[in-house]
Nanobody
Framework: QVQLVESGGGLVQAGGSLRLSCAAS????????MGWFRQAPGKEREFVAT????????YYADSVKGRFTISRDNAKNTVYLQMNSLKPEDTAVYYC??????????????????WGQGTQVTVSS
């Protein structure tokens, strides 16, 4: 079992920044990949970023590449999503997720078996 708790969401103006955190507990954090997804109202949940077990491999959705950075601190059992140059279209509930059978990261929602409760990010124009 893995428990995930996100924090750091909020309201920000376009062009601003936020850093999301996701604290994990349960299974050994350093043994599996992590990801961030988001879901806007009326839309399906979509991939944002993923990071390998050791942090050496990352991958981003084209829509956030160059603006968002995923990182992890295995000593703190925490994964982060630094979001810069935010746009109104980034408004969504952001979820962190654990892919405990995967060590290198994945863009596929179905490969993630544990999810956090989500944190709201709202970007005003």
């Amino acid at each position: 079992q893995v428990q995930l708790v996100e924090s750091g969401g909020g309201l920000v103006q376009a062009g601003g920044s936020l850093r999301l955190s996701c604290a994990a507990s349960g299974r050994t954090f350093s043994r599996y990949a992590m990801g961030w997804f988001r879901q806007a109202p009326g839309k399906e949940r979509e991939f944002v970023a993923t990071i390998s077990w050791g942090g050496g491999t990352t991958y981003y959705a084209d829509s956030v590449k160059g603006r968002f950075t995923i990182s992890r601190d295995n000593a703190k059992n925490t994964v982060y999503l630094q979001m810069n140059s935010l746009k109104p279209e980034d408004t969504a509930v952001y979820y962190c997720a654990a892919a405990t059978a995967n060590t290198y990261g994945s863009t596929r929602l179905g490969e993630y078996d544990y999810w956090g409760q989500g944190t709201q990010v709202t970007v005003s124009s």
